[in-house]
């Protein structure tokens, strides 16, 4: 790590690590809908929401604390684009509980929970991932856990959309499956992204 003669400012370590639970919350409210009766999901929605909200106040925090700091803990673009992707995770699965409980799914397609526990899993990982910046050290196997959980995500991803297209389900279901499965992939995507720019912070401060 590169020896810094200026101060720094620590609270974004302590704002990223906040940010990275709040996803664990929503990822555990996503296993929650899982299991849940149908009639159950509008209040697991709403409190997805709540925590989407939490996690735009971190984002924001974050960013205000960027433009009122002279000096940052590493790149000022690596801390914007850190935050923003921590952002997208929750934004997607909020988005993806929403669109469950708007589209009235009475089922959803073997392999979702399969998705899902991808999603925790990278979730946890990513929280436990956050206080290690103030090091950059035990980094390594967490970002290549995360692309490797990614690659699963993946693959999940066809297997599901191979089976949304077996002719088992009417056009209009497969309409609002997929969105909902792509969605999820999306939130896997977006993990991945903020295990590249943790990366990328490393190799910048070694």
């Known amino acids: 790590m590169r020896f810094r003669l200026t101060p720094r400012e620590t609270s974004f ?14 990822s555990k409210l996503l296993m929650e809908l ?13 409190r997805m929401r709540a925590a989407e909200h939490a996690g735009d106040d971190a984002t924001h925090a974050i960013f205000h604390q960027l433009n009122s700091s002279f000096i940052t803990p590493f790149d000022r673009e690596d801390i914007y684009s850190l935050a923003s992707s921590l952002d997208d995770i929750m ?16 089922e959803l397609p073997k392999g979702v929970e399969q998705q899902i526990e991808v999603l925790a899993r990278a979730a946890e990982l990513t929280a436990e991932a956050m206080p290690h910046l103030r090091t950059m050290e035990n980094l390594t196997e967490y970002w290549i856990e995360v692309n490797r959980l990614e690659n699963q995500a993946d693959q999940i991803h066809r297997k599901l959309l191979a089976q949304l297209f077996n002719g088992k389900y009417d056009a ?3 309409l609002k499956l997929k969105q909902i499965v792509d969605v999820l992939e999306e939130a896997a995507d977006a993990f991945e992204h903020v295990a590249n720019t943790v990366e990328t912070i490393a190799v910048k401060e070694s």
């Open 13 to 26: 370590y302590d704002m990223f690590a906040a940010s990275a639970d709040n996803i664990v919350t929503g």
């Open 34 to 46: 899982l299991g849940a009766d149908p009639s159950a999901r509008a209040e697991i929605a709403e």
């Open 91 to 106: 934004d997607f699965m909020e988005e993806a509980v929403d669109l469950v409980v708007l589209y009235n799914v009475e």
């Open 172 to 174: 209009i279901e497969v």
